[in-house]
């Protein structure tokens, strides 16, 4: 079994700053691309941001230059440096780990709330 635990979300003001972070546990040994998503309410969930095991990241366009994604093969962890947040970016952030380029399977975490206030 595998575990995605999230931890980091929260309340902040515009302008503000948050940092998300999320760590694998459970019968997972190897891991291809981890990643953010997010979905706010009675929208689709949408990628948000991505990195493989060899660091190759990828962005949603409304985040670039704001966010910045990193992880930790060793740790198996993955983080979302949030800056200059912004109330579009108010969401529900869940952390994912897609295997299936490797034959694997995708996970998905429980969810994080981040509200933006203005």
């Known amino acids: ?3 995605l635990v999230e931890s980091g979300g929260g309340l902040v ?10 760590a694998a ?13 997010r979905q706010a309410p009675g929208k689709q969930r949408e990628l948000v941001a991505t990195v493989t095991w060899g660091g190759t990241t990828t962005y949603a366009d409304s985040v670039k230059g704001r966010f910045s994604i990193s992880r930790d ?8 440096q949030m800056n200059s947040l912004k109330p579009e970016d ?7 780990v897609d295997n299936t380029l ?5 996970y998905w975490g429980q969810g994080t ?4 206030s203005s």
């Open 102 to 106: 490797i034959g694997g399977r995708t």
């Open 90 to 96: 108010t969401a529900v952030y869940y952390c994912n």
């Open 13 to 22: 003001q515009a302008g503000g700053s948050l940092r998300l972070s999320c």
């Open 25 to 37: 546990s459970g019968s997972i040994f190897n891991i291809n691309a981890m990643g953010w998503y």
């Open 1 to 3: 079994q595998v575990q």
């Open 73 to 80: 093969n060793t740790k198996k962890t993955v983080a979302l």
């Open 113 to 116: 709330q981040v509200t933006v």
